[in-house]
């Protein structure tokens, strides 16, 4: 399951439990993890560790979801971005979609997330 450019993977959620849950299943996958629990913490990692990939949860405080992504992208494009939530209006499901950012549900389904960060 390891990435070819090792850049590491940002878990970004403020749930602790979630936040520590997917880092160990993670790390035990091979993967460099940085951790943030909110969205501007999310954007200081994304500038200072160049991740590949952020696993993003929506309802963060200091800075949401959609507008944490919007800051990503416009910092790096390469950088994919996997949404986390278990807050998911419509609004937001049709901006992802239209963006081309994938969903994992809460509960979280560690077998979908893998297949979608291999």
Do not use: C
Not at 52 to 77: N, S, T, W, Y
Not at 78 to 94: C, H, M, P, Y
């Amino acid at each position: 399951m390891a990435r070819p450019d090792r850049r590491p993977i940002l878990v970004a959620d403020d749930e602790p439990e979630i936040r520590d849950l997917l880092e160990e299943y993670l790390r035990a996958s091979g993967y460099d993890v940085v951790t943030a629990a909110n969205g501007l913490e999310a954007l200081w990692a994304v500038k200072h560790t160049s991740p590949g990939l952020v696993l993003l949860d929506l309802a963060m405080p200091r800075l949401g979801g959609l507008e944490a992504i919007k800051h990503i992208q416009k910092f790096d494009p390469s950088i994919r971005i996997v949404v986390v939530t278990g807050q998911l209006t419509r609004d937001a499901a049709v901006k992802l979609r239209d963006l081309g950012i994938p969903i994992v549900p809460k509960p979280l389904d560690l077998e979908v997330l893998r297949e979608l960060i291999a």
